[in-house]
Each structure stands twice: as structure tokens, then as C-alpha cells.
């Protein structure tokens, strides 16, 4: 079975950017270093003939992912996203009540998380045990250091 990923439209628009320079950019310029180390003679003792197939092989397999992820990725209707409880697209202002360190982070989905820019996935521990929380809950969540406590401060929306 196949799971599907509910991305927004600005995650759907990079995925469709990177298939685009990887077969339009990356495929030709790996195939014309294959041909060029294959004009050098003998194959069997040619490492940059090796090297280029290996890229191909790699670059061949980050298309057919993508291509998948495009073929099961579902676009959000954020009209539909409400401030209630806490869900995809949802920007979570969140104390840790161990600390008393105050973090915002916006849920997304897998393929659009990025920690540098305090995007948390949906499927992490935090991110699956905030989901469906509401202002003023607090919450226990099971990560590999132990277990953190958070009260939920503020859930607003993406944007």
C-alpha cells in the first residue's frame, strides 16, 4: 500500500522544481560524461566510465522517488485549516515545562520539514504528540532522550 503525503502547494512546487533540473539538467550532463569516458577506449579499466554510471544509477533512483512522491502527494486545502487543535499547517507556539524554554515551530509533512527553518514534521514524536491538542494542554512526549513535557501557548496558522 501506498501511503499518501499531504503536502502545501509551496512544497508541491519544489518537488516539481527538482524533478524538472534532474531530468532536464542533471540526465543530460551525466549522459554526456558517459560518452566522454566511453571515447577513452577500453571500459573495463576506465574509472570515470564507473563513476559516471554509478551517478546515473543514483540520479535514476532520486527521479523514480520523486516521481513517486509526486504521484501520491495530496495538496492541503488551507482554507480548510483551523486553529482549534492543533493539525498540518498549524504554527505551534510550545513550552517545555522542564525548562521553561519557549519554541514555534510549524507542522508539515515529511517532505517539507527543515529544523533550521522550525518546519517539524507531522511524524515526528513532538509533532505526532502535539496533533490534535488544544491551547493550554499539556503534553508528554516520549523522545529518545526521555520524555519532554510541553504546554501548548499559541496555534495559529502557516503564513
Known amino acids: 500500500m501506498n501511503n499518501v503525503s499531504y ?14 533540473q534532474l531530468k532536464k539538467v542533471e540526465r543530460p550532463s551525466i549522459s554526456k560524461q558517459i560518452a566522454e ?3 577513452k577506449g ?3 579499466e576506465n574509472a570515470e566510465y564507473d563513476a559516471a554510471k554509478e551517478a546515473q544509477g543514483l540520479l535514476e533512483l532520486r527521479i523514480s522517488k520523486l516521481e513517486h512522491t509526486l ?32 519554541m514555534e515551530y510549524s507542522i508539515v509533512s515529511d517532505g517539507e520539514a527543515d529544523l533550521k527553518q522550525k518546519k517539524l514534521s507531522v511524524n515526528t514524536p513532538i509533532g505526532k ?14 523522545v529518545p532522550n526521555g520524555v519532554i513535557r510541553f504546554e501548548i501557548m499559541d496555534i495559529s496558522l502557516i503564513g
Request: aromatic content about 2%; proline content about 0%; glycine content about 6%.
Open 37 to 39: 569516458a566511453r571515447d
Open 71 to 102: 504521484a501520491y502527494s495530496r495538496l492541503l486545502d488551507e482554507s480548510r485549516i483551523d486553529t482549534e487543535k492543533v493539525q498540518i499547517l498549524n504554527k505551534v507556539k510550545i513550552k517545555n515545562l522542564d525548562n521553561n524554554t519557549v
Open 7 to 20: 503536502v502545501t502547494e509551496e512544497g508541491m512546487l519544489k518537488l516539481k522544481a527538482e524533478l524538472e
Open 129 to 142: 504528540g502535539l496533533l490534535g491538542k488544544k491551547v493550554g494542554d499539556q503534553v508528554e512526549v516520549t
Open 42 to 44: 577500453d571500459l573495463s
